[in-house]
């Protein structure tokens, strides 16, 4: 009787297997034969699964934004302004060991920006972000809790460049916890402090 073989499982071993090797050996130095010997399999098994180390290359990029959308596209959306703002510091506010991932993923997959199709890939994660959030500000502009001034496409991409931006630090510079929580609660006062509806003052 034929083995069975769980593929999703094999897949998941295989991505671990190349990050592995692509941060021990960096990654153009890294050939699909390194992968596949980490990995325990013939090349030509490998193969069944990735076509080349690009493909590799895209779905452990794809594996790590999947994990990110489902923790902040899940749920209703918020009913206050300050709530959202609560969500954001939850969200933002990850292990560190989750936060180095942008180090590896620079050290590792930078190169890869010179490819336009990789840097498109990437694109459409932020643009699928941006949505999401555009849709919760647009939600919170209709209850009178952001300013109806903003355009909320606009509003919610700067959002995803900040979140990016934030995380990255703490990955990259081994910001310490305390340090970084605090640097997390004013960023979001002040972003907060730009959505609020401004009052009218002839009132």
Same mark, same amino acid.
């Given at each position: 009787?034929?083995k069975?073989?769980?593929?999703?499982?094999? #897949?998941?071993?295989?991505?671990?297997?190349?990050?592995g090797?692509? !941060?021990?050996?960096?990654y153009? +130095? %890294?050939?699909?034969?390194?992968?596949?010997? *980490? +990995?325990?399999?013939?090349?030509?098994?490998?193969y069944?699964?990735?076509? %080349?180390?690009?493909?590799?290359?895209?779905?452990?990029?794809?594996?790590?934004?999947a994990?990110?959308?489902?923790?902040?596209?899940g749920g209703?959306?918020?009913?206050?302004?300050? *709530?959202?703002?609560?969500?954001?510091y939850?969200?933002?506010?990850?292990? *560190?060991?989750?936060?180095?991932?942008?180090?590896?993923?620079?050290?590792? @997959?930078?190169?890869?920006?010179a490819?336009?199709? @990789?840097?498109?890939?990437? *694109?459409? @994660?932020?643009?699928?972000?941006? +949505?999401?959030?555009?849709?919760?500000?647009?939600?919170?502009?209709?209850?009178?809790?952001? %300013?109806?001034?903003?355009?909320?496409?606009?509003?919610?991409?700067?959002?995803?460049?900040?979140?990016?931006? !934030?995380?990255?630090?703490?990955g990259?510079?081994?910001?310490? #916890?305390?340090?970084?929580? #605090?640097?997390?609660?004013?960023?979001?006062?002040?972003?907060?402090?730009?959505?609020?509806?401004?009052?009218?003052? #002839?009132v």
């Amino acid at each position: 009787m034929p083995k069975v073989v769980d593929k999703a499982r094999m #897949r998941d071993e295989i991505l671990e297997a190349a990050m592995g090797v692509f !941060v021990e050996k960096g990654y153009h +130095a %890294s050939s699909v034969s390194d992968v596949a010997r *980490a +990995a325990g399999l013939a090349k030509g098994t490998l193969y069944i699964y990735f076509d %080349s180390k690009e493909a590799m290359t895209t779905a452990i990029v794809d594996r790590h934004f999947a994990t990110l959308e489902g923790q902040i596209a899940g749920g209703e959306p918020c009913e206050t302004l300050d *709530a959202f703002l609560d969500e954001l510091y939850a969200t933002m506010d990850i292990p *560190a060991e989750e936060a180095s991932f942008h180090r590896v993923f620079f050290e590792v @997959f930078g190169p890869s920006f010179a490819s336009d199709a @990789f840097t498109c890939h990437v *694109a459409r @994660f932020f643009d699928r972000l941006g +949505a999401h959030y555009a849709d919760r500000i647009s939600y919170l502009q209709q209850r009178g809790e952001i %300013s109806d001034q903003l355009h909320a496409p606009s509003m919610a991409r700067a959002l995803a460049s900040m979140m990016d931006g !934030v995380v990255l630090h703490m990955g990259l510079f081994d910001i310490n #916890r305390r340090r970084y929580r #605090r640097m997390l609660r004013e960023t979001i006062m002040m972003f907060g402090a730009g959505l609020r509806p401004i009052p009218d003052k #002839r009132v």
